[in-house]
T-cell receptor, first 112, second 113 residues
Framework: QQQVKQSPQSLIVQKGGISIINCAYE??????FPWYQQFPGKGPALLIA?????SEKKEGRFTISFNKSAKQFSLHIMDSQPGDSATYFC???????????FGTGTRLKVLA | DAGITQSPRHKVTETGTPVTLRCHQT?????MYWYRQDPGHGLRLIHY???????DKGEVSDGYSVSRSKTEDFLLTLESATSSQTSVYFC????????????FGPGTRLTVL
């Protein structure tokens, strides 16, 4: 019940294409869903986050789509750029616990 | 970087030796966390703290202990390091009205030979 399943493990996209990373969860008590971006040798950095009262959130080229009934959420990167090449982690949290459960990560490579 | 520093940034040690990693924050946040990151496992919570002297276990706490004697410092100790503890260790703090948003430090790469 505490798992967050992330797919795919790795993704290769052409420059200008759309990158899509998916996550699924079981625990319906989760109420905060952040995405993190991590470059080699660096700590994860918060990219964008959503709460379950909305179905979509957009920040620049990054969009989270949230499907509460399916217990799934996804990250879309529009017009993907080589500089987006990084590892992306989804996570889920229940505000009463102050703890995150992370997905296993997706390594994205955007070809120039 | 949310004012988080970790030390050392890199360490190589021998099996059986004690190791202490330090996380320091400058903004008086109440919640602090220690994670380890391994390929195929993502980030896994080791221990966390919700105040001075208040700590609790995460999902992979065996072989690790923590201490928090002041708000700004959260220490992670491997009492007797093993090769399975070779990993990258990240400290994080939690901010926000619901304590939901976590910010991470730069990490410590630990190699146990």
């Amino acid at each position: 019940q505490q798992q967050v399943k992330q797919s795919p493990q790795s993704l290769i996209v052409q420059k200008g294409g759309i990158s899509i990373i998916n996550c699924a969860y079981e625990n319906t008590a989760f109420d905060y869903f952040p995405w993190y971006q991590q470059f080699p040798g660096k700590g994860p950095a918060l990219l964008i986050a959503i709460r379950p009262d909305v179905s979509e959130k957009k920040e620049g080229r990054f969009t989270i789509s949230f499907n509460k009934s399916a217990k799934q959420f996804s990250l879309h990167i529009m017009d993907s750029q080589p500089g987006d090449s990084a590892t992306y982690f989804c996570a889920a949290s229940h505000s009463g616990t102050y703890k995150y459960i992370f997905g296993t990560g997706t390594r994205l490579k955007v070809l120039a | 970087d949310a004012g988080i520093t970790q030390s050392p940034r890199h360490k190589v040690t021998e099996t059986g030796t004690p190791v202490t990693l330090r996380c320091h924050q400058t903004e008086n946040h109440r919640y602090m966390y220690w994670y380890r990151q391994d390929p195929g496992h993502g980030l896994r919570l080791i221990h966390y703290s919700y105040g001075v002297k208040d700590t609790d276990k995460g999902e992979v706490s065996d072989g690790y202990s923590v201490s928090r004697s002041k708000t700004e410092d959260f220490l992670l100790t491997l009492e007797s390091a093993t090769s399975s503890q070779t990993s990258v260790y990240f400290c994080a703090i939690s901010v926000g009205t619901r304590q939901n948003t976590q910010y991470f430090g730069p990490g410590t790469r630990l190699t146990v030979l």
